[in-house]
């Protein structure tokens, strides 16, 4: 048995120096490329579940203020007495119109209570910002507002909040732009959604 293993191994012979080198390179010619297009596609494959966190982000954020700035003026008709009694008057409807703040005064979750909100951005690191919200709600026995509530954080990554009046005098209408930015990705990831709203309830 063992004159037959010798024999069999006897006329193989290993890989030479040059055979390992040269199958080697052509190895590495083959691979890296393929590993190149494996790093690209999870970089754009990452970038874009990056843009899509971003955009939604920002799409959140808005429809959140979008809607209840809609609903600027409208209370209850069951209330005592009326936050903003009619005819409604846009400073009280409005009563903060900053560029960067803005202040409602609306049932905005229909509790037949109603509430004062306002969104600003506050938390600024390097300029990238959180769009908080806080409220308070209206006693209509008393004619008082109660105490605001903590800030909650809406939207993060923001990078800008804007509120155009129209007309600057006497608002009928809000346009709001939020600028959302990731600086975590390389490049930075920004989009930027603006929406127009009617104030309804004036």
Known sequence: MRKRVATWFDGERGFTLAEVLVTSTLMVVVLAPIYTLFIASHTTFNKGIDRAD???NARVAL????????MAGYESPNLAA???PAPKVTACVLPTQQASKIGLRADVDGDDVTEEVEYEVQNC????CDLVRRERDWDSA????????????????????TFTYFSAA?????????DVRETNTSPDVAFMVVSDTELRNL
């Open 54 to 56: 971003i955009q939604q």
């Open 63 to 70: 429809h959140w203020m979008t809607r209840e700035i809609r």
């Open 82 to 84: 009326a936050a903003c």
């Open 125 to 128: 690191v390097n300029q990238i």
């Open 142 to 161: 008393t004619s008082n507002w109660g105490a605001w509530s903590p800030y909650e954080i809406v939207a993060g990554n923001v990078e800008g909040l």
């Open 170 to 178: 006497n608002p009928t209408r809000v346009r709001v732009q939020v």
